[in-house]
């Protein structure tokens, strides 16, 4: 994509250039704390210009205290979800549907009495449809998405190593759901959806999804991750309480991980550009 990274042993951050003043973001997500040394980070994101280095929801458990004494680390607002489902792949089949609440179940079979088709595709058009279908989603839906040339990139570099996987549903010949997967190890992650507002009644997100588990299971994988929900006892009026109970019903487990952290490394542009952000979200909330 070109953007610049920067790699320190296991730890490895991408630098993005912050508008008007000259200097950058680091950011650093899904790093395994422990892996941290804190002085060689300060220093490399001090050598590359760097207002701080975010680190995003770090790969740790929740109540993960980091040990460091020499730097200042502030807590902040995370851009990945904190919670996720984690379905164990090793069970059989059988196991893994009867986990699952039975409505999902229900809905997993009514979807193939209706005649709703899976498939995986690697063509040249699968990539296509997919963000056909993610931009239905995100503008009934009202979220921000990647421009197509993201999902392309991805597409092209991972397909040919059977790293990334396109699943498309489909209902008297048409596509209703599309999922792009992404394979990291012994990982499948549900990464991105996109689903048409035609034929709800056909419950074909309850097929694909079923079949995405059972495609993990398939290429070797250990563990589903459902990529993003809420927190014990969500709140219903939560916009994504939807989307949680969908993947609740799939009997994974709900894992939860830190907030994301600052290690700040210019206090005062810092403090500049936490308050520029702030305001950005807010006239993007608005513009939504």
């Not at 807590?75 to 069970?91: G, H, M, Q, V, Y």
């Not at 063509?123 to 921000?144: M, R």
Request: glycine letters at 6%; one cysteine or more.
């Amino acid at each position: 994509m070109g953007t610049p990274s920067v790699r320190i042993n296991e730890v490895q951050f991408t630098l993005h250039k912050i508008p008007f003043i000259p200097y950058f973001v680091g950011y650093c997500p899904k790093v395994n704390p422990k892996n941290i040394n804190w002085e060689q980070l300060y220093e490399a994101g001090k050598k590359h210009n760097c207002t701080h280095v975010k680190i995003d929801v770090p790969n740790t458990k929740n109540n993960y205290k980091p040990q460091t004494t020499n730097y200042k680390l502030i807590s902040s607002e995370p851009t990945f979800a904190t919670n996720t489902f984690l379905i164990d792949l090793t069970k059989s089949e059988d196991t893994l549907l009867n986990n699952m609440h039975h409505k999902t179940r229900y809905n997993i079979r009514l979807a193939q009495r209706k005649g709703v088709k899976v498939s995986e595709r690697n063509d040249k058009e699968a990539i296509n449809i997919f963000i056909q279908l993610q931009k239905e989603t995100a503008k009934s839906q009202k979220f921000y998405i990647h421009p197509d040339n993201y999902y392309k990139t991805l597409w092209n570099m991972f397909q040919p190593q059977k790293l990334a996987h396109i699943l498309v549903a489909t209902y008297n010949g048409g596509p209703l759901v599309a999922y792009f997967l992404l394979r990291y190890k012994e990982t499948l992650y549900y990464t991105y959806g996109g689903s048409s507002l035609r034929h709800k009644n056909v419950m074909a997100s309850n097929l694909i999804m079923w079949e995405s588990i059972r495609s993990g299971k398939n290429i070797g994988c250990k563990i589903f991750d459902m990529w993003g929900a809420l927190g014990e006892n969500p709140d219903p009026t939560d916009s994504w309480y939807g989307f949680h109970r969908f993947k609740s019903g799939y009997g994974g487990k709900l894992n939860s991980f830190p907030r994301a952290w600052d290690l700040v490394i210019k206090p005062i542009p810092y403090k500049i550009f936490k308050l520029a952000d702030k305001y950005r979200w807010i006239f993007l909330g608005l513009k939504k």
